[in-house]
């Protein structure tokens, strides 16, 4: 590591140092912390835009339903950050993670979305397994899902935890592993 970048990642830690301590101790951060954090995120985010000539695209803001910042990239043309099946994006979100807790020193729940692809998905994947549950009930019989990620696996079992008719468990290995809903 070049000596400037050693420094510059020092001085980063230290400036959100106090930052990391009040989150680890399970404070209530700020408006203006939070602020922060956001401004962060949106700093690394349009750094990571930069290779993929989108940087000057317009990011939204919001709170998610489970209290994590997101950034919804909105501009024309963006399909390649999405990429197939979500792939890209996904790899998008993980370096993005990454680069963001190490300047923050904490993992902070931020998520990327591109032109709302997430959004949609997770509406999709939530719709996908009522209609599975519904049909292991009227045939008797389990239904096998598509391949998933984690986190979409993660979502159908959440959807489909209060239903008292059907159970759900994951089968394979990833990139094929998939969620098997069955009649309890």
């Known amino acids: 590591m070049s000596e400037e970048l050693h420094e510059k990642t020092e001085e980063v830690t230290g400036e959100y140092a106090q930052l990391a301590a009040r989150y680890k101790a399970g404070e209530a951060l700020t408006d203006e912390e939070l602020d922060t954090i956001a401004d962060l995120a949106v700093s690394v985010l349009r750094d990571l835009l930069f290779y993929f000539d989108a940087q000057d695209s317009p990011i939204d803001e919001?709170?998610?339903?489970?209290?994590?910042?997101?950034?919804?990239?909105?501009?024309?043309?963006?399909?390649?950050l999405i990429g197939r099946h979500g792939k890209t994006l996904e790899s998008l979100q993980t370096l993005f993670s990454l680069l963001v807790s190490r300047k923050l020193g904490f993992r902070y729940p931020v998520a990327v979305d591109v032109e709302g692809y997430k959004s949609r998905r997770h509406d999709k994947v939530i719709s996908m397994a009522h209609s599975a549950a519904s049909r292991a009930?009227?045939?008797?019989?389990?239904?096998?899902?598509?391949?998933?990620?984690?986190?979409?696996?993660?979502?159908?079992?959440?959807?489909?935890?209060?239903?008292?008719?059907?159970?759900?468990?994951?089968?394979?290995?990833?990139?094929?592993?998939?969620?098997?809903?069955?009649l309890r």
Not at 62 to 80: H, N, Q, R, W
Not at 153 to 171: C, G, K, P, W, Y
């Open 62 to 80: 919001y709170d998610g339903d489970e209290g994590e910042l997101i950034l919804d990239v909105t501009a024309p043309d963006l399909a390649v």
């Open 137 to 182: 009930v009227r045939q008797h019989m389990s239904v096998s899902l598509p391949p998933m990620s984690a986190y979409e696996r993660r979502l159908v079992h959440i959807a489909l935890r209060d239903n008292a008719r059907v159970d759900t468990h994951s089968e394979g290995s990833d990139p094929e592993r998939r969620v098997v809903i069955t």
